[in-house]
């Protein structure tokens, strides 16, 4: 049986949550800069509207925001993500996705149906990959029982949770389920969108890092079954 199912429908309370939330809005809106919102949203393909701050400078507001808070425990970081996500513009959204990276080691399974709701929401690849690798990796590797929902999302209708099961093990290197991985390729190697023909090639690229032999034996025997895109992002560092 698998921990997620439905999306988490109440945001628990938190007073650190309030915290943060008063402070970060208040910090973000100040250094919107509406000429530069049009053409983020643009590139992100119009999900969502922006505030129109840069990476770097929205990262160093952030840590003004964070600056004297606690350690969040799991109810905390459940409370600030589900209500940064409420939000509409996208910076929130990349506030709570960092959020989540840096203290996902303190989060039990439990967070995993909160992260399907964030994968599933306003879903693109700028947030779903780093939460699939950073996040949902870092939650299955603590609890290997979550590997049956990582063999239910790969199958699954979204797309996204697709994609996050295909790139969940991008960092465990060594440590890495070779088998699940190629099983996982195979299952969705017919698979008719680009984000997913994508994430095939850049997984096994990854893993390739670890054991360019296994990635090649792989590619030799089931080249045919996958995309050109999926075998040339593949290949891309280990060749033929």
């Given at each position: 049986?698998?921990?997620?199912?439905?999306?988490?429908?109440?945001?628990?309370?938190?007073a650190l949550a309030d915290t943060v939330l008063e402070r970060v809005t208040a910090v973000y809106a100040a250094a919107a800069d509406p000429e530069r919102a049009g053409p983020m949203r643009a590139y992100m393909k119009d999900v969502a509207p922006f505030l129109g701050i840069p990476t770097p400078a929205r990262r160093a507001l952030s840590r003004t925001v964070l600056a004297g808070t606690p350690r969040p425990d799991e109810t905390d970081c459940t409370a600030i993500?589900?209500?940064?996500?409420?939000?509409?513009?996208?910076?929130?959204?990349?506030?709570?996705?960092?959020?989540?990276?840096?203290?996902?080691?303190?989060?039990?399974?439990?967070?995993?149906?909160?992260?399907?709701?964030?994968?599933?929401?306003?879903?693109?690849?700028?947030?779903?990959?780093?939460?699939?690798?950073?996040?949902?990796?870092?939650?299955?590797?603590?609890?290997?029982?979550?590997?049956?929902?990582m063999d239910a999302w790969i199958t699954d209708g979204d797309l996204w949770l697709v994609r996050t099961a295909l790139l969940h093990q991008l960092s465990r290197k060594e440590h890495t389920d070779s088998e699940r991985l190629f099983t996982y390729c195979l299952l969705q190697s017919g698979h008719p969108d680009f984000f997913v023909r994508k994430a095939i090639g850049w997984a096994l690229r990854?893993?390739?890092?670890?054991?360019?032999?296994?990635?090649?034996?792989?590619?030799?025997?089931?080249?045919?079954?996958?995309?050109?895109?999926?075998?040339?992002?593949a290949l891309k560092n280990i060749g033929a």
């Open positions: 049986m698998t921990v997620t199912g439905a999306a988490p429908t109440d945001v628990p309370r938190s993500a589900l209500r940064c996500w409420a939000l509409p513009e996208r910076e929130y959204h990349y506030f709570a996705v960092d959020y989540l990276r840096r203290h996902a080691g303190r989060c039990s399974s439990g967070l995993l149906p909160v992260t399907r709701h964030l994968i599933t929401t306003v879903p693109w690849w700028d947030t779903v990959d780093l939460l699939a690798a950073h996040v949902v990796g870092r939650l299955v590797a603590a609890d290997p029982a979550l590997t049956a929902d990854e893993y390739a890092k670890t054991d360019p032999h296994a990635v090649r034996a792989f590619l030799a025997r089931e080249r045919g079954r996958f995309a050109p895109l999926s075998v040339r992002e």
